[in-house]
DNA sequence: CTGAAAGCGCTTACAG
DNA sequence: CTGAAAGCGCTTACAG
């Protein structure tokens, strides 16, 4: 069944040691090119792979790195479960593209809680970990004091340092705030609960840049919540006069109103505009069909990867918070 | 940084050696109560982790299980992505529980089409595979060849046996039949292609068999296509003539559908009903929420756990086929 | 350029 | 019940 063919198989078959074996199908100094050759196509010949875990027992190092999603992203499907999930999976190709092995951790609120390292962690089965979604402050800071290697993806601490690459949630705001004053629109609500959570936070501050930039004026009251403080969902509470434009923090939340809208038999975008941030499945689930800021989860995949190699090599490594730029895509929702 | 402690430090610390710390931890025969009691205390006081590695290397098996999906259903986003995520987050928690590590591992359909062993395994990093969502006859074929132990999840092999685990379509389509009988309706259209899958195909025929039993008719050419055969979905023909009933082969098309009806201005459930499979997060994204069947999703992901490890201890082990039983959801979808 | 020796942390016979 | 010895497959100094 396993083709269990080892270096000693090789070194036996060419007459040499293991070590030369060793060293040759690792690329290291101290074998001839010749003779490297050889060894390396026999290797080919045989079917040889590596046994990870003598190299990783030797090494110190697993190769694999931890994906910590908490439990109550997947569980409760009214959040955007699927969106950590597709995440997981950018991470984990580009992982594998560094010849890492990613491995998805789901984090019970218990062991959050009481600020439980993950068991792949502490077997070693992982040499570091990649939060993926809010986690509280309490668990991260743990983390930290343990010296363990880590990159928050999405989201950030606030009373202490971690390295962290985020969607540049200000810039989408803000290019979100241009396009509606391009369109000769300055009448908006925005629709979100400002104290849920940062990212919320930083788009309508960047809204709001736009506006100053052009000297035209956005009351900081024209926000309507469409969660609560937790981040569950609530109700919309849709206003009598309604505005020119309604800017939602995400497309989730658009694809609510705009049902909400139809079912009062108001026509978006012909009534009144709607746009959103995320560009996820969400944008293209019912018509108009949203224009929203597309998040370049690709390019914060592979940052993140790049980070958190560099974490586990070098332990001095200096923290740092990388911002992706994200893009504005038009479509119907705004005419 | 990293607690190093090993079975030596215990072992020095309590005057004994490794061989009986080892035996204590691991709940093995030839150590005393007492002296066994005061290992595992002291192991738990110094924080001890076994070293996975040394144990893999030595025992030959990592305790991991690769879990393949192929790329094509995560990078188009089209179908069912999200949900192949979910069973993977629902495996890994499986497997979690019983000791084991779930590895995501995404499937090119270049190695797929090349017959490429995915690297964990071949760099054991995993003891065996599980399938999510269809890969070809021919690369399943090489995998059972090689007698690599895998279980195949929510589809199976049709030129040759392969253990699998699948949500048993003909009940769901029989408990769907009975229900809409029971209301007194029995003019229904389906919508899907016959020939697009096996559980599609496997769900039109319970229908069919829950009206044979009650001796009421259906013609085999009341069927409408979602998509074509290799699946790519192609908009829906709605009849001049409206069926008392559309069902759907699953809850996304029947989504599709419900817009396509409020568009011609068709109310649903008053002028038709729609029902449809699945319960997933289509079910409830548009109102009428939808009259659907359920998925025991937990019950498949644990019999492909337990089922995977069975093969991995037994070699000899035989083949099975586990229908998971599925359940009606009624909801608004049908008056 | 090549290899003998030692060791990574653990477990499995086997001997006492 | 307890432990000395050997070995899993590999890599890292170090010697020739």
Redesign the interface.
Known sequence: ??NNVKMKDIAESLGISVVTVSKALNDKDGVGDELRQKIKDLAMKMGY??????K??KEGF?N?IGIIICDRF?IN?DSK??IY??C??ML??EL?KKGY??????LSENDEFDLVTP??Y????VDGLIFLGQTSNDYIKNIKE???PYVLFDFYTTDFESDCIVNDNYLSGFQLGEFILSKGLEDIIFIGNLRATLSIQDRFLGILKAFINKNKYLDVNNVINDRDEKGKFISIDIPKKLPQVFVCNCDQVA?RLI?ELK?KGIDVPKDCGVVSFDND?YAT???PYLTTIDINVTDMSIETVKLIIKKIND?NHRTSKILIKSKLIIRESVL
Do not use: C, P, W
Not at 101 to 106: K, M, P
Not at 122 to 125: A, F, I
């Open positions: 069944m396993d792979n590596v046994n990870r875990f003598a990783s027992m697993s694999s997947l499907n479960s699927s999930l597709e997981y999976q984990s190709t594998e092995t990613g491995i998805l951790y789901t068991r792949i502490r077997e070693k089965v343990k010296d363990i694809f049902q079912n499945i689930l019912i018509e332990t």
